[in-house]
């Protein structure tokens, strides 16, 4: 049995799909209801105990997602993957770990993520991507309103991936011997601005699209009418990071490990074209 949490999100859902029906998947989801269709799942939250025995009873892997970063849920989930037996932890972390020139808030967490995970006592698996592709749907309102993406640093590169690709590798992790105290940096084929992804939108879409960059000002306005200020601020913070070339480098993980080459952005947009109009 495997056990995926973060299945209401952008890549827990994926990799439920990737790991397709053949395999024996149980879900842990706070809102069971948007979860996918066609798995066992659990309700539970990471600070109830109980919740989490019942998920992790007769579970031999886990992929694990959290969000938080003032609780400490990793703990929380290792202390009763340990008790419930589960001997494979899967952790989504962040490539900014690997980075000393970071230090926001959500890095630093996600450091402490990985600590614990590595003391758990458990088989463990770190998979670090970069910024997911779908990211960029929250330009939809924006390009269907006034075809203007709004975005930092619209010259940066960041070596973005789709997050299906996360998904995948990870099924094969979760399913394959081999990955055991492995750190895998997951990232697209290329590095790509927000320029250029502005382009690629616009020709997916048969229409002009118009690039306007916010200043970091702005952009924290913005941010924090979407998330907590301390969270908004780490999200500046690591796109000034972005405009340093911090995030252009390329890995070649995700292509070793599915045995095909990473996704395009050009690839993701034509597949999502809808969502933005």
Not at 119 to 145: E, V
């Amino acid at each position: 049995m495997i056990l995926v949490t973060g299945v209401t999100g952008t890549v827990g859902a994926a990799v439920v799909r990737a790991l397709g029906p053949h395999q024996q998947v149980r879900a842990l989801a706070r809102r069971p209801e948007l979860a996918p269709s066609g798995i066992e799942v659990y309700q539970g939250e990471y600070a109830d105990h109980d919740a989490l025995l019942r998920a992790l009873t007769g579970v031999r892997a886990a992929f694990l997602v959290t969000n938080s970063p003032v609780e400490p849920d990793d703990e929380r989930f290792t202390a009763a993957a340990r008790e419930a037996g589960v001997q494979h932890l899967v952790k989504l972390s962040a490539q900014a770990v690997a980075d000393e020139t970071a230090d926001d808030l959500i890095t630093r967490r996600q450091r402490h993520n990985e600590t614990v995970i590595r003391s758990s006592g458990l088989d463990w698996t770190l998979l670090r991507p970069r910024a997911f592709m779908s990211n960029t749907l929250s330009w939809a309102p924006s390009i269907r309103a006034h075809g203007v993406v709004r975005a930092l640093y619209g010259m940066a590169p960041n070596s973005c991936v789709d997050p299906r690709d996360i998904a995948e590798v990870a099924a094969r992790v979760l399913t394959e011997p081999g990955h055991e105290g492995r750190t895998y940096a997951l990232t697209g084929p290329e590095p790509i601005t927000p320029e250029e992804q502005t382009r690629q939108l616009g020709d997916v879409l048969g229409r002009p699209l118009r690039f306007a960059e916010l200043t970091p000002e702005q952009a924290l306005a913005h941010l924090t009418t979407r998330y907590p200020q301390p969270v908004a601020r780490a999200l500046v913070e690591s796109a000034g990071r972005t405009a340093a070339g911090a995030k252009a480098e390329v890995s070649p993980a995700v292509a070793e490990l599915t045995g095909r080459p990473a996704r395009t952005f050009r690839t993701w947009a034509a597949e999502h074209a809808a969502a933005f109009g």
